[in-house]
């Protein structure tokens, strides 16, 4: 569904990506996991367009991303769920979730996935008409997820969205985003929490210094010695 062959991204000198390859296949959840600074986000940047590749090219069902200008991105059905959250803390949850649906016309199947992120997160449900900015920090991850589905994404990519959340939220946002996975979702998961994200995903890449370091299943991961010292706390 999506290949990066050969990705090369650089803020000025800084030289972000080296070389990233990388495929997800329709339906895989998987896994993206490195140190602070190893390219994680970047590599969502390229995908969704928010930052331009020098060389390389990434592909999203056969189309080359490259020629399509970032906020048409959408469109083909990617949504980004960014570091940070970033809902709009003025407007009420319900309004954040309208904006997560604004180009859509499919006003039945709008309200099925209404319910659906409704049913994912009840808490957003109760809250609906509350201002997001007066949410916890664990109910803004959460809006900002269900603001991605709204748009009814085939691919999802998700930026550390445990960043920062006590562990029992964490727990929460993993199961639902195995949830996303089953419902027939693709997903593309940025984790600094390599051990729960190994714990859901069905392949996962280490990215280092901006180059993919190791790639395979989460039991090949989790076995390897160097992934253990380096991600997962010896
Ligand atoms: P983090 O978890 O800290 O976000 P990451 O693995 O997602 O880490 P990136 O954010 O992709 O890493 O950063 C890769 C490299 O690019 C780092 O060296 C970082 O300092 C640099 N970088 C990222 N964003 C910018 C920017 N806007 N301007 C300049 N350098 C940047």
Redesign the pocket.
Known sequence: MLELNLVNLF??R?H?LKDVSLTVGEGELVALI??????????LRAISGMHPIKSGAITFEGQNLSQVPGHLIIDLGIAHCP?GRQVFGRLSVKENLELGAFRRRDKAALKQDEEWVYTLFPLLADRNAQAAGTLSGGEQQMLAIARALMSRPRLLLFD?PSLGLAPLIVEQIFKVIKEIKDQGRTVLL?E?NAYQALHISDRAYV?ET?MVKLSGTPQELLANEEVKRAYLGG
């Open positions: 803020y000025n800084i972000a490195g140190a602070n600074g190893a390219g994680k986000s970047s590599t570091e550390e940025v600094q990215l901006g």
